[in-house]
Nanobody, 122 residues
């Protein structure tokens, strides 16, 4: 599976962005998908995960209620809708895939996108 993340950019605090992650391969629907982010000098942080069917999601406390993960298996794409953005959300955002259920530790993911920069100005 190859992943291509897009949709990042510069936004003011309180604004919104929607990230997309397009996957290649016919078995996309077999993979649990996750979104992570990494700010300079910090470890990669789990944000959200969605099961292969889209029926179950999970979120980090830091983004719960502000971010929403979803997927469209017909389009081989997973999304991260980000609302009420804060300057501390500034980071490079990555999508990732793993066979089976979603997981929090990044080391459990098999495939990664290249990352897209999100910058939130105050």
């Amino acid at each position: 599976v190859q992943l291509q993340a897009s949709g990042g950019g510069l936004v003011q605090a309180g604004g919104s962005l929607r990230l997309s992650c397009a996957a290649s391969g016919r078995t996309f629907s077999s993979y649990g998908m996750g979104w992570f982010r990494q700010a300079p000098g910090k470890e990669r942080e789990f944000l959200a995960g969605v099961t292969w069917s889209g029926g179950s999601t999970r979120y980090a406390d830091s983004v719960k209620g502000r971010f929403t993960i979803s997927r469209d298996n017909a389009k081989n794409t997973v999304y991260l809708q980000m609302n009420s953005l804060k300057p501390e959300d500034t980071a490079v955002y990555y999508c990732a895939a793993r066979l089976g259920r979603t997981a929090v530790p990044s080391v459990l993911y098999d495939y990664w996108g290249q990352g897209t920069q999100v910058t939130v100005s105050s």
